[in-house]
């Protein structure tokens, strides 16, 4: 039996997980396609030393039960669409595009047309996307920077954008006080450089990291004030785009087709679970690919995805045993700056990788975590820590694949008696398990003993076999109950000098007449592997 915390947080926060804070009734938008990539533009150095800019068109359906509010800025009340490109490579799950330069779009207007989503596009007052009406943003729009905005200035959990003192405010360059808080738009379509410079807030690629052989995906999500947390994962999708170089610009092509869901969801192979911080911050989703190696080793790699949780990762815990042997170990972020690298650490019976201060895993982002470990995979939990104060608990703990611990229970052989007591375990002893125990089943009512000893035997006596060797003593007694069941607890603290230590067990119930010693009934024996997973 895993302890599990996941448990454990769906047991604090029970039934509630179905909305956030300002949830809007019957509010439901959902992205249907993202297709048309197109290149707009380079800078820097010549091929293939610089950068270049792209965007790609989308289609977005009112499938709830309401209008979607769809006013444009300095209004908050529209929808914002976060971009991002990821690419596939024969080891590894990662993000080419630094979600922290690549701007959020803010919608500005709704066409309602003719659904994609089922149904009749209902009539309406304008300044909304009606229920079962579709809206497309072309690639151009998409990358117009006059609509593009930091995505820091989004919770994307709730949806909540505050215009007063925005980017569209302050204007590009800031435009200095009053001006720069005043709720009234800055910002202009020829400032901020936009004319000299094509590839400024857009999405921006490196060129190296397109000449990588690997399969990229194309990112669209879906912001929506006020829509609950349980609708928010079908405003993500993702397309399959490739990029070509001509010798004199980029271009791009879009096999395949649009899929929902996390882009996570893509990795050939891989594992992806999620979790959230209840009703009060949005989901964290782990991606994990477990190879072997040969000669007992295997890669670990992890993808975690800041999905829409405001607060953001501050680091990665991942269970593992202090006697296994952990090396390779790689992060990636999705920047270009070596000194913000998040750092690994092995404490106690964690591998830790932590974030500086100034780069935590922000929603719209895709951090990388690897390492090579001595030991195949088995289910358990990893936990993230809260970059920022904020509504919720401290860490997100999420189910996923984690290096096996080495807690074992072995059977060494059978008992005697008519029939005889069996032994068994509640659980594994894990590093700690304050629950766990040792469970005879033997005669009703019969007094039970159970002995332990750090060495083990197999010596045959009177018909029997007695497993715990001579420096075997007294664990513990009790009586059986009325079915025979007895049991006997085993406390492990949280003391890693435990680790590895094999303890021997059997248990003895007093039955008149029984083979050993003329009164005793011996269970099988039993080997308790003390670790931690």
Known sequence: MRYSLTLLTMAMFGSALSAQWNTIPGLDGSLTNAASPTYFGRRGPAYPGGEIAMACNYSMCNSGTVPIQWSAPMNP???MFAMAVVRETATRFEQITDASTTYVKHAFAAANSASTCGGTCQSGAGGQLRVNCTDVYGASTNANRFYLAPASEVDPWTGRWEPVASYFDRGDPDVGAPGNS?????????????????????????????LVPGTFWYCTHIVCRGEAGDLH??????????????????????????????????????????????????HFLVAVKVTPL????????????????????????????????????????????????????????????????????????????????????????????????????????????????????????????APPP???????????????????????????????????????????????????????????????????????????????????????AAVVGAPFLGFLELSNGIETVIGCR
């Open 294 to 417: 040969g000669g007992g080793q295997w890669h670990y790699e992890y993808a975690l995805q800041n999905f829409d949780n405001h607060r953001g990762g501050a680091s990665l815990r991942i269970p593992i045993c202090p006697s296994l042997s952990v090396t390779n170990l790689t992060f990636r972020d999705t920047n270009q700056n070596p000194l913000d690298e998040w750092t690994a650490t092995r404490l106690g019976a964690e591998l830790v990788f932590a974030a500086p201060a100034e780069n935590p895993l922000n929603w719209n982002h895709i951090y990388n975590f690897g390492f090579d470990c001595n030991i195949g995979p088995d289910s358990g939990d990893v936990v993230v820590d809260q970059a920022r104060l904020g509504p919720g608990a401290l860490s997100v703990t999420i189910a996923t694949q984690v290096p096996a611990g080495i807690a074992e229970v072995l059977v060494l052989g059978p008992g005697c008696g």
């Open 77 to 79: 009340n529209h929808p």
């Open 422 to 508: 069996v032994l068994a375990t509640s659980g594994l002893p894990l590093i700690p398990s304050p629950g766990f125990t040792l469970d005879v089943t033997t005669q009703p009512a019969a007094p039970t003993f159970v002995f332990a000893s750090l060495g083990s035997d197999n010596v045959s006596f009177s018909g029997c076999n007695v497993y715990v060797d001579a420096g075997q003593f007294l664990w513990g007694s009790t009586t059986a109950d009325g079915t025979g069941f007895a049991q006997v607890p085993f406390v492990i603290p949280p003391d890693l000098s435990l680790d590895g230590l094999r303890v021997t067990w059997q248990a003895a």
């Open 182 to 210: 005043d709720g009234v738009r800055s910002l202009t379509s020829t400032s901020g450089g936009f004319s000299t410079d094509p590839v400024k807030n857009r999405i921006t690629l490196q060129e190296q990291d397109l």
């Open 233 to 282: 994962f079908d405003n993500f999708g993702s397309r399959q785009i490739a990029p070509s170089w001509n010798g004199s610009t980029w271009s791009f092509t879009a096999p395949g087709t649009f899929a929902q869901g996390s882009v996570l969801n893509r990795w050939t192979g891989a594992t992806v679970t999620h979790a959230r911080n209840g009703d009060n911050d949005g």
